[in-house]
């Protein structure tokens, strides 16, 4: 088995286009950041959509993705169990802090176990007692953290981070930056990561791609 | 599977009982003897005259006072108070409104009875035909009154598209007075999105039943008027003549729109000349602004005047003219007719129920097709849904009407399945815009934490949308009160609803229980939205992002 998350000559073709304007061919093993960096309007985001199984109507991908072994690339994004960080934390508003996190649980945990498992994701992002609060109530690194328990409780085999750290503020950034990219780490997670901030790419410490066509 | 055909179900079921309803209405009209039956009363040219003047003059007002409004009050303090007034004036039966004007106008309506004696002399009401005038004026100011909160309704919701702020500002900044900078900067991106509603507004201004009943002239009454009278009567003989004159009211209609389609043209030419002449009237934004509020308010406090005269009707004990109010309160009419409104409630309100809950559940169906294949409702297929409103509801009912009969469905299915028709677009207009408004990104994330498409929906979308869901219920019901055609000729005379009956009431005199009946038109549509603001004011109570 092939630990990590394998493409395998990805390409991406817009509607309408010939030429494909994303090429990448390339592994990431797990708990490393593989960066890949480009202007805005370079596709980055498509990329990232592809790699999760939601690209846009008319868009033409071809190559293969593997996740540890597994053949993702036909698969519906719910099956996939790769992980995403938008530039928003995108909690659902019309969820308590503890809502947010149940929503992502396995429905194989039940009863006591359940409460347990979140209260546990809190206290490790620091967060302990939030479960009742309202998401609308939280500062925006309180935010950022509860999205990256979220996404940590469904499981993943891998994560996939927007930009994740460009509307923070300066002094959360480095911080929340720090907490998350540790957090993959200790879950063994391969992360790809989307930027246009030279600082989130150093502090990633991984290889970086363009894998852009101009 | 099922909601895989969701869209193709939604559109058939729009657009095959208007094309049923055309062929049934077209084939009597040509049966020989129809159309020279039509061409022998001697009201037609009359009747043809009134719905053209009525339609297109309450259309072009009704225009112009929400281009005003927009252009002069966006932003205002009154602009927020007019705006919490439309989804009320909106959801107020067509009926119901008219009722209410007609009370105020009346020769022994409120406002001869505010100047009398002193200001007029009159001890009894004068015998002047204010109401129900031979020009069909009163009628027009009913139509616009009640056009003006669906067209402000409309642009409100098509303006964020428009990107108006911004127009605005620049057009400022060069110099532009408000009212000029909205018309040469943010009309020409506006109009495109409100062509379908005014041409909407534009069929049932000529063409509506019940408002031409209360308030328009009688002999003769504008074409649908008549057509409508023709086609309730027992006598079979008249059918072929309705649908002539129904065939000939489609014909008017579709000239009507074509004629304003040249004269826009005609107006968006001038309008381009104008704006390269670079006039800035700034002087005449003041001017503007007051006479959109005058206009505004003169019209809203017209409307909401006539409904207090008329529920305060219900209660009056002796109320002789030229009292201000009634010597004494009363809850005589409302015991005497308590069995009779209990019941003609209880119907209006199982059949908005079912036709609004079948329309939102139908819609939701549609949306959620369209987000789950990534792919919006081609142009055409969303002109489809628009067909109900704009084909108009008098050439189409006669037709439905004769179906009905062959295939035996008259009855309560077959007002069901009518009102359906006509509550649907509302309720796609209603839902389409907040529903599609959704972050997509909401729905990926769900995803990729393991969500199927039915968890997407039934724990995502359906909970961020509950208060346009119930807006749109509210909606739905609110129409499918103030349907009187479809209720009228497809019931066989055996199903009655409050609308039915406050128009049937209107022409006698009973003023007392008219005003009950149309008390109750209200109510119903006022519960329906008081429950769209209250049940997810009090669900999201304890959080604030969904409290906007």
Redesign the interface.
């Known amino acids: 088995m092939k630990a990590g998350l394998h493409m395998h000559d990805l390409r991406i073709t817009a509607p309408g286009a010939d030429a494909p304007f994303v090429r990448l061919d390339g592994q990431v093993p797990p708990g490393q950041v593989l960066t890949v960096m480009g202007p805005s309007g370079s596709g980055k985001s498509t990329l990232l959509?592809a790699l999760?199984?939601?690209l846009?109507?008319g868009f033409r991908l071809s190559g293969a993705i593997t996740l540890n072994g597994r053949a993702v690339t036909g698969l519906?994004?719910?099956a996939?169990?790769?992980?995403?960080l938008?530039q928003?934390p995108?909690l659902?508003?019309?969820l308590?802090v503890a809502g947010n996190l149940a929503?992502?649980l396995?429905r194989g945990l039940r009863g006591a176990a359940r409460a347990e498992t979140i209260e546990a994701a809190l206290e490790e992002a620091g967060l302990g007692g939030f479960g009742p609060r309202?998401?609308?109530?939280l500062s925006g690194g309180e935010r950022a953290r509860v999205a990256l328990m979220?996404?940590l409780l469904?499981a993943?085999e891998a994560l996939l981070l927007d930009e994740p750290f460009s509307r923070l503020d300066a002094a959360r950034r480095a911080q929340i930056r720090a907490f998350t990219f540790a957090t993959a780490r200790a879950h063994g997670l391969p992360v790809v990561l989307v930027t246009h901030d030279v600082q989130d790419a150093e502090a990633a410490a991984g290889p970086i791609v363009s894998p852009f066509a101009d | 599977m099922i909601l895989r055909a969701a869209p193709a179900l939604v559109l058939s079921l729009m657009a095959l009982p208007v094309a049923a309803g055309l062929l049934g209405t077209i084939g009597p009209a040509l049966r020989p003897g129809a159309l020279e039956a039509l061409l022998a009363w001697p009201g037609l040219a009359r009747a043809i005259a009134l719905s053209l003047v009525t339609g297109l003059s309450s259309t072009v007002l009704a225009l112009a006072v929400v281009v005003l409004i927009l252009a002069t009050l966006s932003e205002s303090r009154a602009f927020t108070a007019l705006r919490r007034l439309l989804s009320p004036l909106l959801a107020l039966p067509h009926a119901a409104a008219a009722l209410g004007l007609a009370f105020l106008i009346a020769p022994s309506g409120w406002i001869a009875r505010a100047l009398s004696p002193w200001a007029t002399g009159w001890s009894v009401p004068p015998d002047a035909l204010i109401l129900n005038d031979p020009f069909g004026l009163s009628l027009t100011l009913g139509l616009v009154a009640k056009e003006i909160p669906f067209l402000l309704l409309m642009a409100l919701a098509a303006l964020p598209q428009t990107g108006a702020p911004a127009r605005q500002v620049l057009a400022a900044s060069l110099g532009y007075g408000r009212a000029s900078g909205f018309v040469f900067a943010v009309l020409p991106a506006l109009y495109p999105l409100l062509r379908l509603p005014c041409l909407a507004v534009l069929a049932y201004g000529m063409t509506s039943v019940e408002m031409g009943m209360i308030l328009g002239p009688g002999l003769p009454p504008p074409l649908s008027v008549q057509v409508a009278l023709w086609s309730a009567q027992a006598d079979l003989a008249t059918r072929p003549l309705a649908a002539a004159g129904a065939l000939v009211q489609l014909g008017l209609v579709a000239a009507a729109m074509g004629l304003w389609l040249l004269a826009e043209r005609a107006v968006i030419r001038l309008l381009r000349r104008a704006t390269m002449a670079g006039l800035r009237a700034r002087a005449l934004d003041a001017p503007l602004a007051a006479l959109a509020l005058t206009l505004g308010a003169g019209l809203g406090g017209a409307l909401a005047l006539g409904l207090a005269g008329l529920a305060l009707w219900s209660f009056a004990g002796s109320w002789t003219f030229p009292d201000l109010l009634p010597q004494t309160l009363t809850f005589t009419i409302w015991q005497r007719a308590g069995m009779g409104l209990t019941a003609t409630t209880l119907t209006t309100l199982a059949l908005a129920l079912a036709s609004a809950v079948v329309a939102l559940a139908l819609v939701l169906a549609l949306l959620e097709a369209e987000a789950r294949q990534g792919r919006r409702l081609s142009l055409p297929a969303q002109a489809i849904l628009w067909l109900p409103l704009l084909v108009p509801q008098i050439a189409l009912l006669p037709g439905l009407q004769a179906l009905a009969l062959q295939l035996g469905a008259g009855g309560a299915a077959a007002v069901f399945a009518g009102h359906l028709v006509f509550v649907l677009p509302y309720v796609f207009l209603s839902l389409s815009a907040p529903f599609r408004a959704i972050d997509p990104r909401l729905a990926t994330l769900a995803a990729s934490l393991g969500a199927g498409p039915d968890r997407r929906f039934w724990h995502l979308r359906l909970p961020l949308l509950l208060r346009p869901a119930l807006t749109a219920l509210a909606v739905g019901l609110a129409v499918s009160v103030g349907q009187y055609l479809p209720t009228l000729l497809l019931g066989g005379g055996r199903v009655t609803t409050l609308t039915t009956e406050a128009v049937a009431l209107s022409s006698g005199g009973n003023r007392r229980l008219i005003g009950a009946y149309a008390l109750l038109q209200m109510l119903l549509p006022t519960l329906g939205f008081a429950l769209a603001i209250l049940v997810p004011a009090l669900a999201f109570r304890h959080r604030k992002a969904m409290q906007r």
């Open positions: 959509a999760i199984g939601s846009p109507a519906p994004t719910e996939r169990r790769i992980g995403i938008f928003d995108l659902f508003p019309h308590s929503f992502a396995p309202d998401p609308a109530t979220r996404t469904a993943p």
